[in-house]
């Protein structure tokens, strides 16, 4: 695994801590609460240092941490986000849930859409969220009139 990390943050300084799993073949894991998680990992090198705002893969890390982060804070106009993301999180990280991935679903689809369309912004050094709930509703149209095959709703 090769790990890029924002450069803004104090994790250069303990950079080295991390060393240790680089080459780890041996995954040691950790039972708490019920839950097995691992509690080491394989890197194939040192961190990686970058500036997010030059790293299209950082400022999407940032728009997922800030809205659980918001989510988290808000009231309950908030509802809606949290759900979508509280299953995504638990005590100790953040992990995808797998059946995200099958894109033969509208919402999946449509997710990866806005996906794409924040790295292309990221990447062209425009805003993130300008028009992007147009965007969503277009795209919610266009895949009603004309959905990809094999798709289901």
Same mark, same amino acid.
């Not at 890390?61 to 986000?81: F, I, K, N, R």
């Given at each position: 695994m090769r790990v890029i990390c924002d450069d803004s943050k104090p994790l250069d300084r303990y950079s080295a801590f991390f060393d240790v799993m680089i080459g780890r073949e041996r995954i040691e894991y950790q039972t708490f609460r019920g839950r097995t998680v691992p509690m080491t990992f394989n890197l194939s090198e040192p961190l990686t240092f970058a500036s997010s705002k030059v790293t299209a893969g950082l400022q999407i $890390?940032? !728009? !997922? /941490?800030? !809205? /659980? +982060?918001?989510? $988290?804070? +808000?009231?309950?106009? /908030? $509802?809606?986000?949290r759900e979508m993301v509280e299953p995504l999180m638990s005590g100790e990280n953040m992990f995808a849930d797998s059946s995200y991935l099958d894109l033969s679903k509208k919402h999946n689809f449509l997710l990866g859409l806005v996906l794409r369309e924040l790295v292309q912004r990221a990447e062209a050094g425009v805003s993130l969220i300008d028009g992007l709930p147009e965007q969503w509703m277009a795209w919610q149209i266009a895949y009603d009139r004309d959905p990809p095959d094999g798709a289901s709703l």
């Open positions: $890390a940032d !728009v !997922v /941490a800030s !809205v /659980a +982060a918001l989510t $988290a804070q +808000a009231g309950e106009d /908030a $509802a809606p986000y």
